[in-house]
């Protein structure tokens, strides 16, 4: 069950993180960054701020808008460095003991971690820890690190830090700040969660002005230039120095998760060079090349279907239509309450713009399906309002495995794709014809002639099962939190 204890009919995102260096306001800079990676977690916010002499915190369960929304709550932060952190649960469980960012008081001094990913090994080395004698607060695998670095014997925070980042494995990117160090920024070996560099104008003088976060919609919200994307396996570290590169792992080649440019990442993102919006319009296009069919509209599933479908009308020439409206005011609140509400949670979301649809052969674009049951739900309103033919086309390809790197997805068994073949797939959704974009047609439209060209540059584990980073935890079957 995912943590909206709703069953997860899509992938769900992964937190957000978010962190300032080196100007006045950094937690209100920071409620803001947090507030433009919204669509990255849901369930919680938080932020710690640094001002020379105290660490300052406060978290809180709900959105952004909810826990800092009140500018009284950032002005008891204060201080010129600040981390923040949206949580979306995908390990432990909704309690404000799992929300981000963590603080740690140790004898060298205090640490705040913000942490985005999953750590494959997380319960191996926590049941390790454990022996030592280590307690833990959290059912988070990030508290692992808070951990590894309070064991460590090495003499430095810095040393420390890579001591234990070297101990784990996964996808992640991490913000840490600490009074000696500042804010230090990493992502993981193969830069599979992303990072990136921001530089806000007017604070050359003494450094500052310097920003780690997620995407780059959180730099332009906040009026910060976008500098780089942090390499896969590199360490940023912030002060009034300046700005350091440590590469402790050298050069693995990247793996970046592909879904990012599918689905997760705000259309307004640019994310390792590539424009979110512009790529998911070229694997729109991609689609219609591969798998044309004659149509009088294009209607996306609001809202990550929306590039796509524009880029499928596009290349296909037939119009793009708003068929489907999405109600952005639905609180999940509502949908949780009974069965029968929630059983209606897909109308509440979208609804069918009927003049649109009756009477047409339409063309449905959406990113993915993973049970299936979103989809149906969907096609069938879609046909309820007058369609006369509803052609399903996806923009990744066939969801069969699940991901282990931060994304939220059902077990295998509960994939449709996994379990169905195409065919099975279009009858049990209800469509006249369903495609997936094929692997080579996504990777064209990520500027690579076919998926096997050179070496392979995304994780696309979800879709071919080939999980670039070991899986320690699943293999010795340790849950975190066991
Ligand atoms: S398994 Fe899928 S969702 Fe997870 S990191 Fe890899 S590409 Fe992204």
Known sequence: MSPQSEPLNRPYEECGVFGVWGVPNASALTALGLHSLQHRGQEAAGIISYDNQRFHQHKGLGLVGDVFGDSRVTAALPGSMAIGHNRYATTGGTHVRNVQPFYADYAFGGLGV?????????????????????????????????????VSLYSTVLDRFIDAVKQVKGAYSLITMTPDDGLIGMRDPLGVRPLVLGRIPGYEE???G???????????????DYVRDIEPGEIVVINENGIRSLRPFGDQGGRFCVFEYIYFARPDSVLEGQAVYETRKRIGAELARESAVDADVIVPVP??????????????????????????????????????????????????????LAGKRVVLVDDSIVRGTTSRKIVDMVRAAGATEVHMRITSPPTRHPCFYGIDTPEENKLMAATHTLEQMAEAIGVDSLAFVSFDGLYRALGHENRAEGSRRYCDACFTGDYPISLVDKEGNLVVGE
Not at 210 to 224: H, K, M, P, Q
Not at 323 to 341: A, C, K, L, S
């Open 114 to 150: 913000a942490h985005n990913g999953n750590l494959t090994n997380a319960a191996t080395l926590k049941k390790a820890l454990v022996k030592r004698g280590c307690i833990f607060h959290s059912s988070t695998d990030t508290e692992v690190f808070i951990h590894l670095i309070a």
């Open 206 to 208: 003494g450094n500052g």
């Open 210 to 224: 310097w920003v780690l976060t997620s995407e780059t919609c959180a730099l332009d919200i906040i009026g910060a």
């Open 303 to 356: 809202d990550s279907g929306v590039p796509s479908a524009i880029g499928y009308a596009e290349e296909s020439g037939i119009p793009f239509e708003l068929g489907i409206i999405r109600n952005h005011y639905v609180g999940r609140t509502f949908i949780e309450p009974t069965d029968q509400i929630r059983n209606l949670g897909v109308k509440m979301k979208h609804s069918a713009n009927r003049p649109v």
